[in-house]
C-alpha cells in the first residue's frame, strides 16, 4: 500500500496509460450524482457490486472500474454528456421520412472507422471512441478523439525541456428527432462540425448533405415586437424573460461594434425614448436573463447569429426552445 501511495503521489512517465484513465474516470465519477448513475447502470446491467452499505461515490466508481470497466467509462461519458450547454444548430435540408434509428453494432464500427480516418489524415491521431445515447426525443453522440500535439516546457532536474503529447477531447452532437436538427459541440476547429454533419448525414440518414442548413435563428422578434417578444406566460415553467445585453455590429473599415449591457435594456429604452434600437440585422448577439419558476436565480441564455445558442444548464433548454418558438426567434427554413 505505501509503494502505491508514493507512486500516485509522485507520478511519472512509466505508469501504465491503462491506470490513469482509470483513475481519471474514478475521479470523475465519484460524486453523489456519479454513484447515483452507476448504481443505476449496475442494477440495468446486472452487474452485482459487493460494497458495504456506507461506501463513499468513490469506493462504488472503484468497484464498478473492477468489476466492469467498460460500464463506468460509457457512465462517464454519459455524465460529459449532460455538461455540455453551448452548441451551434444545423438544420436538415429535407426532414427524413425514415426517422434516426440506433444503428446496429456493425453501422458505427463503419462509422468511427471513418471518423478515425479523417482525424489521423487531419494529425489528431489515430482512433476514437464514439458512445450513443437514447434520451427519446433526443439522440447523444459523444466523440472521444485526440486533438493536435501540443508541446509543453517542463523542468526536470533542474534543466529546462520539454514533453509533447496528444491532449485528447470529447466532442458532443445532439440529433433532435422533433426537429430533424444537430446541435454541436466541437472542441476543436470547423472541420470538426463539418465532418460530424458530413458522416452522420451519410451513415444514417442517406445524404451527406442532410445537414447543411445554417441560418436557424433570427432576432428581428426584438425591433419588431420590443418588449412583446419577451413574453413567456404561455409557457409552462417560465416565469420573467428580460434582454440584458447586445452586441451590434456596425461596420465600416475599421468594423466597429458596440455592446450594451443593462438589467433590462428595454426598461433603459423606455425611459430614454429618443435612444434608437438597432436594426435586428445588424444584432450580432443577445443575451436574455431567463427566470424559471422553479429556480432561485435566473439563469443567462445566449444567442449568437445564425446558429450558435449556449445555456447555463442544459436541462433548461426544453422550455427555452419552446418560448424561442412561439416568439419567431427561431427560423422555419434554415436558408
Same mark, same amino acid.
Given at each position: 500500500?505505501?509503494?502505491?501511495?508514493?507512486?500516485?503521489?509522485?507520478?511519472?512517465?512509466?505508469?501504465?496509460?491503462?491506470?490513469?484513465?482509470?483513475?481519471?474516470?474514478?475521479?470523475?465519477?465519484? $460524486?453523489?450524482?456519479?454513484?447515483?448513475?452507476?448504481?443505476?447502470?449496475?442494477?440495468?446491467?446486472? #452487474?452485482?457490486?459487493?460494497?458495504? !452499505?456506507?461506501?463513499?461515490? $468513490?469506493?462504488?466508481?472503484?468497484?464498478?472500474? @473492477?468489476?466492469?470497466?467498460?460500464?463506468?467509462?460509457?457512465?462517464?461519458?454519459?455524465?460529459?454528456?449532460?455538461?455540455?450547454?453551448?452548441?451551434?444548430?444545423?438544420?436538415?435540408?429535407?426532414?427524413?421520412?425514415?426517422?434516426?434509428?440506433?444503428?446496429?453494432?456493425? !453501422?458505427?464500427?463503419?462509422?468511427?472507422?471513418?471518423?478515425? +480516418?479523417?482525424?489521423?489524415?487531419?494529425?489528431?491521431?489515430?482512433? +476514437?471512441?464514439?458512445?450513443?445515447?437514447?434520451?427519446?426525443?433526443?439522440?447523444?453522440?459523444?466523440?472521444?478523439?485526440?486533438?493536435? #500535439?501540443?508541446?509543453?516546457?517542463?523542468?526536470?532536474?533542474? !534543466?529546462?525541456?520539454?514533453? +509533447?503529447?496528444?491532449? !485528447?477531447?470529447?466532442?458532443?452532437? #445532439?440529433?433532435?428527432?422533433?426537429?430533424?436538427?444537430?446541435?454541436?459541440?466541437?472542441?476543436?476547429?470547423?472541420?470538426?462540425?463539418?465532418?460530424?454533419?458530413?458522416?452522420?448525414?451519410?451513415?444514417?440518414?442517406?445524404?451527406? $448533405?442532410?445537414?447543411?442548413?445554417?441560418?436557424?435563428?433570427?432576432?428581428?422578434?426584438?425591433?419588431?415586437?420590443?418588449?412583446?417578444?419577451?413574453?413567456?406566460?404561455?409557457?409552462?415553467?417560465?416565469?420573467?424573460?428580460?434582454? $440584458?445585453?447586445?452586441?451590434?455590429?456596425?461596420?465600416?473599415?475599421?468594423?466597429?461594434?458596440?455592446?450594451?449591457?443593462?438589467?433590462?435594456?428595454?426598461? @433603459?429604452?423606455?425611459?430614454?425614448?429618443?435612444?434608437?434600437?438597432?436594426?435586428?440585422?445588424?444584432?450580432?448577439?443577445?443575451?436574455?436573463?431567463?427566470?424559471?419558476?422553479?429556480?432561485?436565480?435566473?439563469?443567462?441564455?445566449?444567442?449568437?447569429?445564425?446558429?450558435?445558442?449556449?445555456?447555463?444548464?442544459?436541462?433548461?433548454?426544453?422550455?427555452?426552445?419552446?418560448?424561442?418558438?412561439?416568439?419567431?426567434?427561431?427560423?422555419?427554413?434554415?436558408?
Amino acid at each position: 500500500m505505501a509503494k502505491l501511495s508514493s507512486i500516485l503521489i509522485h507520478p511519472d512517465e512509466h505508469i501504465p496509460d491503462r491506470m490513469v484513465e482509470a483513475l481519471y474516470c474514478v475521479n470523475e465519477m465519484s $460524486t453523489p450524482d456519479g454513484m447515483d448513475m452507476l448504481l443505476a447502470a449496475c442494477k440495468r446491467e446486472g #452487474v452485482c457490486l459487493d460494497i458495504q !452499505e456506507h461506501a463513499s461515490p $468513490t469506493e462504488v466508481a472503484l468497484q464498478v472500474w @473492477m468489476e466492469r470497466p467498460g460500464l463506468l467509462e460509457e457512465s462517464h461519458a454519459a455524465i460529459l454528456v449532460t455538461k455540455t450547454r453551448s452548441f451551434d444548430i444545423f438544420r436538415s435540408v429535407q426532414r427524413s421520412e425514415q426517422g434516426f434509428q440506433i444503428p446496429g453494432q456493425d !453501422e458505427l464500427v463503419e462509422f468511427e472507422s471513418e471518423l478515425c +480516418c479523417w482525424f489521423e489524415q487531419n494529425r489528431r491521431g489515430r482512433g +476514437c471512441k464514439v458512445f450513443i445515447f437514447d434520451h427519446g426525443a433526443k439522440m447523444s453522440f459523444l466523440i472521444r478523439h485526440g486533438k493536435p #500535439v501540443h508541446r509543453q516546457g517542463i523542468q526536470e532536474e533542474g !534543466e529546462s525541456s520539454s514533453i +509533447c503529447f496528444r491532449p !485528447e477531447t470529447h466532442d458532443v452532437v #445532439v440529433y433532435d428527432r422533433s426537429r430533424d436538427e444537430l446541435a454541436i459541440r466541437s472542441s476543436g476547429s470547423t472541420g470538426e462540425q463539418v465532418l460530424y454533419r458530413y458522416m452522420i448525414g451519410k451513415h444514417f440518414f442517406g445524404s451527406s $448533405t442532410h445537414f447543411i442548413g445554417k441560418r436557424l435563428f433570427t432576432l428581428k422578434p426584438l425591433e419588431r415586437d420590443r418588449r412583446a417578444s419577451l413574453v413567456c406566460s404561455d409557457i409552462e415553467g417560465l416565469e420573467w424573460i428580460r434582454l $440584458t445585453q447586445y452586441e451590434w455590429k456596425q461596420g465600416g473599415k475599421n468594423k466597429a461594434a458596440e455592446i450594451r449591457k443593462a438589467e433590462d435594456l428595454f426598461a @433603459m429604452f423606455e425611459e430614454s425614448p429618443d435612444m434608437p434600437f438597432p436594426p435586428s440585422s445588424e444584432l450580432m448577439k443577445v443575451v436574455f436573463s431567463v427566470k424559471l419558476r422553479e429556480a432561485k436565480k435566473p439563469r443567462n441564455v445566449t444567442i449568437r447569429r445564425p446558429n450558435k445558442i449556449s445555456y447555463q444548464r442544459d436541462e433548461d433548454s426544453h422550455l427555452i426552445e419552446q418560448w424561442l418558438q412561439k416568439r419567431g426567434f427561431m427560423r422555419k427554413s434554415a436558408f
